[in-house]
């Protein structure tokens, strides 16, 4: 008896009666088998064909994400340090004299004499901190 393909009742696509899963949708498809018993007395088969087991589509899918994922994120992660590494660059030659140029020190008797006043500075010890905070609400009506 030769087994026709049979449809998947989740997705309609055809599978054969030795699939355990539905290539399409990845349905379990082996509880769907009707089981038959089998004389024991029969020869054994000359050569059996062994086919290659396919993973079901949903993982296939998932694979496939998962690979574009981590590469996505190793991509993001190295091109995040690249531009860190040059903002630190640029941020330290900006700061650092430019080597074979000196600023003349002028000795303490050129210089101006600095005028003190009456009073000592209370704050003289203080330093200034200045903060930014933005705050954004958005309200969405909806009907």
Same mark, same amino acid.
């Given at each position: 008896?030769?087994?026709?393909?049979?449809?998947? !009742?989740?997705?309609?696509?055809?599978?054969?009666?030795?699939?355990?899963?539905? +290539?399409?949708?990845?349905?379990?498809?082996? *509880?769907?088998?009707?089981?038959?018993?089998? *004389?024991?007395?029969?020869?054994? !088969?000359? +050569?059996?064909?062994?086919?290659?087991?396919?993973?079901?589509?949903?993982?296939?899918?998932?694979?496939?994400?998962?690979?574009?994922?981590?590469?996505?994120?190793?991509?993001?992660?190295?091109?995040?340090?690249?531009?860190?590494?040059?903002?630190? +660059?640029?941020?330290?030659?900006?700061?650092?004299?430019?080597?074979?140029?000196?600023?003349?020190?002028? #000795?303490?008797?050129?210089?101006? #004499?600095?005028?003190?006043?009456?009073?000592?500075?209370?704050?003289?010890?203080?330093?200034?901190?200045?903060?930014?905070?933005?705050?954004?609400?958005?309200?969405?009506?909806?009907?």
């Amino acid at each position: 008896m030769i087994d026709a393909p049979r449809t998947c !009742p989740d997705c309609a696509a055809s599978f054969e009666p030795a699939d355990n899963y539905c +290539r399409q949708c990845g349905m379990y498809l082996a *509880a769907l088998r009707d089981t038959a018993i089998i *004389a024991s007395a029969a020869a054994p !088969p000359a +050569r059996v064909e062994r086919q290659r087991a396919q993973l079901p589509a949903p993982v296939k899918k998932a694979a496939t994400a998962v690979a574009i994922g981590t590469a996505l994120q190793i991509g993001v992660g190295l091109t995040g340090k690249y531009l860190a590494r040059q903002a630190t +660059r640029q941020a330290v030659s900006a700061v650092r004299p430019k080597p074979g140029r000196r600023e003349k020190v002028k #000795p303490v008797a050129e210089t101006a #004499p600095m005028v003190q006043s009456a009073t000592p500075d209370p704050y003289g010890d203080a330093a200034a901190v200045s903060e930014t905070v933005m705050i954004r609400r958005v309200w969405i009506r909806r009907g």
